[in-house]
């Protein structure tokens, strides 16, 4: 290990110690702009709340054929309360980085240090630290705050951990990769009554009942077998007492595609059948629906550009050329809807007992554990991957 990956592996750490949440990572946001600043880079604070933009500019950036290359990582951490055992593990109760994304900053100012003091490029490199990726739709806030108006990208790049995959093995797939997140809200109004007289009540309980098992047919009757599709009743709330109707029942729905045009399909099924199944009922439902995440759509050139850089850098037994699509949800898709690019994984390792024949890890759980951890052993190879992307897209 040399020295300077210890540097950044002590960084990692510290950030890990210190977990923010969404449009709140003003302590990390302070150390990364901070860093950046140091290294000669041109840093623009508070972009979308809390995001941080660092350009470094080499050679004649207006000439022709010079491009503009965007590479991005997350900064907030989760609502969770640590359990990992670390030496490092978070100060702050309630709060961890459960998804890594202090590893991915860490490894975004590797690559930046190296690329100040080292690179070999000529254009422009915007590095982008973004905030609240964890539902708070920071990549929207940051592009609505003019992100690339102000630091126009040809292409754009991002890359997250995936637990479960050896560590350092770089995962890519061009063409839908992550599916989109909506949730929905359900009330469903009734009448109240005794439960010794139900038939002078209209009961919303029933009717939550009918609804959840309706929705089930959604996915196995209207939308293409050979489609992704998933929705979720997460929460059920009604009532209190054994023998009372109340008049009010709730569900709350988590809907996920890997089409755009399946995610039409599902809003339309899902509010027709819930107003169907309300009125052969007798109640009534209210629906607010809430658009989440859109598709992560790899673009094909970016892609293979991508998976060759992953190649000659590690070799082909530390490559899979064309991974599974994941139904997790990313709002790095909003990114690439407005500027080319793709999303890459870097393995986290796996955990005792998944069956591989790698050593397993104990922080190698699934994200978003209270005992999760980032390996800091993809430091080295997340960063590296990093410089060799940045130095051949702007040669």
Request: negative net charge.
């Amino acid at each position: 290990m040399t020295p300077r990956v210890g540097e950044f592996i002590a960084l990692r750490r510290d950030i890990h110690q210190h977990p923010e949440l969404a449009f709140d990572e003003h302590r990390t946001a302070a150390l990364v702009a901070e860093r950046l600043q140091a290294w000669g880079y041109a840093v623009e604070r508070g972009v979308g709340g809390t995001g941080v933009v660092g350009t470094l500019v080499r050679g004649d950036a207006c000439a022709p054929g010079a491009k503009r290359l965007g590479l991005r990582a997350d900064m907030d951490a989760l609502p969770i309360q640590e359990a990992s055992g670390v030496a490092w593990a978070s100060a702050r109760p309630g709060l961890m980085h459960a998804c890594g994304h202090d590893g991915h900053t860490a490894m975004l100012l590797a690559a930046a240090r190296t690329l100040a003091e080292h690179g070999r490029f000529t254009g422009t490199l915007n590095l982008i630290f973004q905030p609240a990726e964890e539902g708070g739709g920071g990549a929207l806030r940051m592009m609505a705050d003019g992100l690339f108006e102000r630091h126009p990208c040809d292409a754009i790049f991002a890359m997250h951990n995936m637990p479960g995959v050896p560590q350092g093995r770089l995962v890519f797939r061009d063409g839908p990769a992550m599916a989109s997140s909506d949730y929905a809200s359900v009330t469903i109004e009734g009448q109240g009554g005794h439960g010794a007289m139900p038939h002078r009540a209209a009961d919303p309980i029933v009717a939550a009942a009918s609804i959840v098992m309706a929705l089930q047919t959604v996915v196995s009757r209207n939308v293409d077998p050979l489609q992704m599709a998933v929705v979720t009743v997460g929460a059920i709330h009604a009532g209190q007492a054994n023998n009372v109707i109340p008049a009010r029942a709730t569900l709350e729905l988590s809907v996920r595609a890997l089409d755009r045009e399946v995610r039409v399909l599902l809003e339309r099924r899902i509010k027709a059948l819930i107003a169907a199944q309300a009125e052969s009922l007798g109640v009534t439902a209210r629906i607010d629906w809430r658009p989440g995440y859109a598709v992560l759509v790899n673009a094909k050139a970016e892609t293979d550009f991508a998976r060759q850089v992953g190649l000659d850098l590690v070799g082909a037994e530390q490559v899979t050329l064309d991974g599974p699509a994941l139904s997790g949800s990313e709002d790095f898709a909003f990114m690439l809807e407005q500027v080319a690019g793709s999303y890459l994984l870097i393995g986290n390792g796996v955990p005792a007992g998944a069956g591989s024949s790698d050593e397993p890890r104990p922080g190698a759980c699934m994200v978003h554990n209270p005992g999760y951890d980032f390996d800091d052993a993809n430091i080295a190879i997340g960063s590296a991957y990093w410089v060799a992307l940045a130095e051949r897209f702007l040669a």
